[in-house]
């Protein structure tokens, strides 16, 4: 069965920062494109940053470019956001997806959530004072 688990978030201050991981068990991650998505109350989900298969691109959203870092750990079948600068407006659950169709040296953020066939369960992020 294959599974993602996220875990990480929390309470932070704004300008704080979080590592949310996602670890998958009954596949290997760097044999799918990873996605983070996040969504806040009320809104759509959306695409935040995402690696490829092959690893050779990794990409972000531009609302985190500079400020949130996307990183696996083949090793540990783990993949990493490192989360800095936190705004009040990152406040939403965030999830990590896999798919395993997209081609493998591309990946997007914008790729639409409903193109990946495996989700976490979301790891929730709070970032006020």
């Known amino acids: 069965q294959l599974q993602l688990v996220e875990s990480g978030g929390g309470l932070v201050q704004p300008g704080g920062s979080l590592r949310l991981s996602c670890a998958a068990s009954?596949?290997?991650?760097?044999?799918?494109?990873i996605g983070w998505f996040r969504q806040a109350p009320g809104k759509e989900r959306e695409g935040v940053s995402c690696?490829?298969?092959?690893?050779?691109?990794?990409k972000y959203a531009e609302f985190v470019k500079g400020r949130f870092t996307l990183f696996r750990d083949n090793a540990n079948n783990k993949v990493y956001l490192e989360m800095n600068s936190l705004k009040p407006e990152d406040t939403a659950v965030y999830y990590c997806?896999?798919?395993?169709?997209?081609?493998?040296?591309?990946?997007?953020?914008?790729?639409?959530?409903?193109?990946?066939?495996?989700w976490g369960q979301g790891t929730p992020v709070t970032v006020s004072s």
């Open positions: 690696i490829s298969r092959s690893g050779k691109s990794i």
């Open positions: 009954g596949f290997t991650l760097d044999d799918y494109t």
């Open positions: 997806a896999a798919d395993r169709t997209i081609s493998p040296d591309f990946c997007s953020a914008a790729v639409p959530y409903r193109r990946y066939g495996v």
